[in-house]
């Protein structure tokens, strides 16, 4: 059992060190560029000998191209053992906002109220009784207001 405990604390170690990699990576990215650019470089990381830069949104995209030259130079500045020679710029796609819809309650009306206070009489059940009147009176206040 130990061995297979020591196998697992193994690979976690090694996936907490390229997740730090991937953040030092992500690091040396943002703070290369224009403050209000920052923010929407939301990973970095390198394939062979290309530099992937991935953004939230297409429009960015533009303006992070003319920062390209600049930051593969700063890359293999930083990480000459990766040899990065190229750029890709990829745009994560976003999931939309859930659409929300209002739900349009209509309060029972006087009618209701008056069925409900009646099948309150022959239920069996006293909760059930009892919260049939309770619904039945307050259906028949809001339908005053």
């Given at each position: ?9 193994g690979?976690?170690k090694?996936?907490l060190?390229d997740?730090?990699l991937?953040?030092?990576l992500?690091?040396v990215?943002?703070?290369?560029l224009?403050l ?6 939301i990973g ?13 949104e297409?429009?960015?995209a533009?303006?992070?191209r003319?920062?390209e030259?600049?930051l593969?130079?700063?890359?293999q ?6 040899e ?32 409900m ?5 022959n239920v069996?059940?006293?909760g059930l ?10 259906a028949?206040?809001?339908?005053r207001n």
């Amino acid at each position: 059992m130990k061995p297979l405990l020591n196998q697992a604390q193994g690979a976690l170690k090694n996936l907490l060190a390229d997740a730090q990699l991937f953040q030092a990576l992500l690091e040396v990215g943002q703070d290369s560029l224009p403050l209000d650019l920052q923010p929407h470089l939301i990973g970095v990381s390198f394939e062979k000998n290309t530099l992937l830069l991935q953004l939230d949104e297409s429009i960015w995209a533009t303006q992070l191209r003319f920062y390209e030259p600049n930051l593969l130079g700063i890359y293999q500045e930083h990480f000459p053992h990766l040899e990065l020679r190229t750029v890709k710029v990829h745009v994560l796609p976003q999931s939309p906002e859930p659409v929300r819809t209002k739900k349009i309650i209509t309060p029972p009306s006087n009618e209701d109220a008056e069925q409900m206070l009646e099948m309150s009489k022959n239920v069996k059940s006293q909760g059930l009784s009892k919260a049939l009147k309770s619904l039945s009176l307050r259906a028949k206040k809001n339908a005053r207001n």
